[in-house]
């Protein structure tokens, strides 16, 4: 049984940092591209960020330089570092993992099997 849990969401200034985790559980992790992704009231779901096999990060525009994906394999843990976070970053985000190959490549929502059940980031 594949488990994905999120944590580490709240609300923050604009300015403000958070850092989010994905604990994962139920396959081998390890082996899969883990994707953070984050949706807003009354938009689309939209990838923000992934990591590759092999630690390979890759990001949307918007967040380049202020977001830091990473992993840690032996916790079965990925992380979403924010920094300088703006109110337009307001959104529930979502953790996913998938055996599509992703490295330098931000993959879409089609391609993630597996999802966690989101952490609501707010920035005022």
């Known amino acids: 049984h594949v488990q994905l849990v999120e944590s580490g969401g709240g609300s923050v200034q604009a300015g403000g940092s958070l850092r989010l985790s994905c604990a994962a559980s139920?396959?081998?992790?390890?082996?899969?591209?883990m994707g953070w992704f984050r949706q807003a009231p009354g938009k689309e779901r939209e990838a923000v960020a992934s990591?590759?096999?092999?630690?390979?990060?890759t990001y949307v525009d918007s967040v380049k330089g202020r977001f830091t994906i990473s992993k840690d394999n032996a916790k079965n843990t990925a992380y979403l570092a924010m920094n300088s976070l703006k109110p337009e970053d307001s959104a529930k985000y979502y953790c996913?993992?998938?055996?599509?190959?992703?490295?330098?490549?931000?993959?879409?929502?089609?391609?993630?099997?597996?999802w966690g059940q989101g952490t609501q980031v707010t920035v005022s």
């Open positions: 990591i590759s096999t092999d630690g390979v990060p």
């Open positions: 996913a993992a998938t055996q599509t190959y992703c490295r330098a490549a931000l993959r879409g929502v089609a391609d993630f099997e597996y």
């Open positions: 139920g396959y081998r992790y390890a082996s899969y591209c």
